[in-house]
């Protein structure tokens, strides 16, 4: 799976996408993460990527030119065009349930706005859709991106060593999680519970559901209202 990242501050990615599972799967060949500076794509010798708004208002926004320019060079011969999203506040928030639909593309053109965002042409005829990380408002798109890139790239087979684990972490069966532990069996008068030492593995399953259900109720009402309405007229 490869990503193509737009943005002001490509060394931010290779910094932070070279480290850890990201980096192994890049050496694996399983992803590849190609930040593109938009300001190489500028014209003229100031390199200007943003200016004023039309209509006035405080901030600048990010011109076309350079980005358009930046999208075509990484799209230059390729036979199909890649989806393109672009990191907004306005965007389809990023749930488990998004990340699992996008690891299923092959190819994802990642926008990353500064300042006030990017002109509207640009999304307009650019931008398949806008993917938000939640409700607030960051300085740019850049950490977004790379939100975006591990809890897809995780997706991808090859990536997590133990991927059977998937169907039972948070947010993957619309629950959260059951408690973990390890080694010691005791820390400072702190006991494991006894059911996870017992290697009856039938009562575990049993024990982890019941918590995965408890602390969803407690933590999360509006997932447990999903996972209850989901659940109904299943046998
Ligand atoms: C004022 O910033 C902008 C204004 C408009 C677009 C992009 C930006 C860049 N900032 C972002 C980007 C994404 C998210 C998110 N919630 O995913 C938060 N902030």
Known sequence: MRFDVLTLFPETFSLVMKESIIGRAQEKGLIEVNAVNIRDYTRDKHRKVDDYPFGGGNGM??????MFDAYRAVTEGLQTKPKVIYMSPQGRVLTQKVAVELSKEEHLILLCGHYEGIDERIIEELVDEEISIGDYVLTGGE?????????VSRLVPGVLSNEGSFSEESHFNGLLEYPQYTRPAEYEGKQVPEILLSGHH????KWRSARSLERTRIK??????NHIKSSEGKI
């Open 220 to 225: 999360r009402p509006d997932l447990y209202e």
């Open 202 to 205: 039938a009562n575990i399953q």
């Open 61 to 66: 926004v990010m011109m076309c030119q350079p």
């Open 143 to 151: 950490l977004p991106a790379m939100v975006l890139i591990d809890c």
